[in-house]
């Protein structure tokens, strides 16, 4: 289980974060909703370790993960598509997407099966996979980025507004691609961030919306949405609320 409780964030004088509270069972598929500025990257950014938190805790299963160092992170299995990508240009598309195992030191055996699995569920890859990263598109940049993710994502993957720019037909692909992936590997936690909710439609189990960097709902299909229970106070086991 991932858990948020009362996460704090301050950058350049800003509290970006305010005690954000949340939790995610294996498993899961949650978007976290919100207009930009809302506080969505740095959540995603504060699971990574890339900003310091003020305040809280954040724990995966039984670790927490405060006093790692943002490289250490992926070794738990979290993976993370940052919205802009973040490709190597020098490197085809099959290197970038074997870089996180590399640097991780997973053996090569390991680090072939998991990207003959990231092949079958996001065969646009394996037809690209010689191709230089810097002559693919957006959107097939956008789905490299997500392969990445997955390579290292055993246990949790952070997608941050992967659908951004996406032509119709490519997101919708992408999305099929997140719902098979989530039904082959049972354990595995997406966690999304969306601006424009109606993308995630059919995707999402659980939803936490988030504004002035506050999670101010949560909710799921099955129950609804709750609000306003206070920091830490859990929603369906999945998720908490601040009022």
């Known amino acids: 289980m991932l858990r948020l409780e009362n996460v704090d964030?301050?950058?350049?004088?800003?509290?970006?974060?305010?005690?954000?509270?949340?939790?995610?069972?294996?498993?899961?598929?949650?978007?976290?909703?919100?207009?930009?500025?809302?506080?969505?990257?740095?959540?995603?950014?504060?699971?990574?370790?890339?900003?310091?938190?003020?305040?809280?805790?954040?724990?995966?299963?039984?670790?927490?993960?405060?006093?790692?160092?943002?490289?250490?992170r992926p070794g738990l299995g979290i993976g993370y598509a940052p919205e802009d990508r973040r490709l190597f240009a020098g490197f085809n598309v099959e290197d970038n997407l074997l870089l996180p195992m590399q640097v991780a030191g997973r053996p090569v055996a390991a680090s072939a099966e998991r990207l003959q699995s990231i092949y079958e569920v996001l065969p646009e890859l394996a037809e690209m996979r010689a191709r230089p990263a810097a002559s693919v598109s957006g959107g097939q940049g956008k789905m490299v980025a997500l392969g990445r993710a997955l390579m290292i994502g055993a246990r949790l993957v952070l997608l941050d507004e992967p659908f951004q720019?996406?032509?119709?037909?490519?997101?919708?692909?992408?999305?099929?691609?997140?719902?098979?992936?989530?039904?082959?590997?049972?354990?595995?936690?997406?966690?999304?961030?969306?601006s424009n909710p109606a993308l995630l439609e059919g995707l999402a189990e659980t939803t936490l919306t988030i504004e002035r960097g506050e999670v101010a709902e949560a909710g799921s299909r099955a129950t609804g949405v709750a609000r306003g229970r206070g920091p830490g106070s859990p929603i369906d086991i999945e998720a908490s609320t601040r009022s």
């Open 9 to 72: 964030v301050h950058l350049e004088g800003v509290h970006v974060l305010r005690a954000v509270s949340f939790a995610l069972r294996p498993g899961a598929i949650a978007a976290l909703i919100g207009r930009n500025g809302a506080g969505k990257t740095t959540t995603l950014r504060a699971i990574m370790g890339l900003v310091p938190t003020t305040g809280g805790s954040i724990v995966l299963g039984e670790t927490p993960l405060d006093a790692l160092k943002p490289h250490q």
């Open 165 to 194: 720019g996406l032509a119709p037909a490519l997101a919708h692909r992408y999305a099929a691609a997140l719902q098979r992936l989530s039904a082959l590997e049972r354990d595995l936690t997406l966690l999304v961030t969306e």
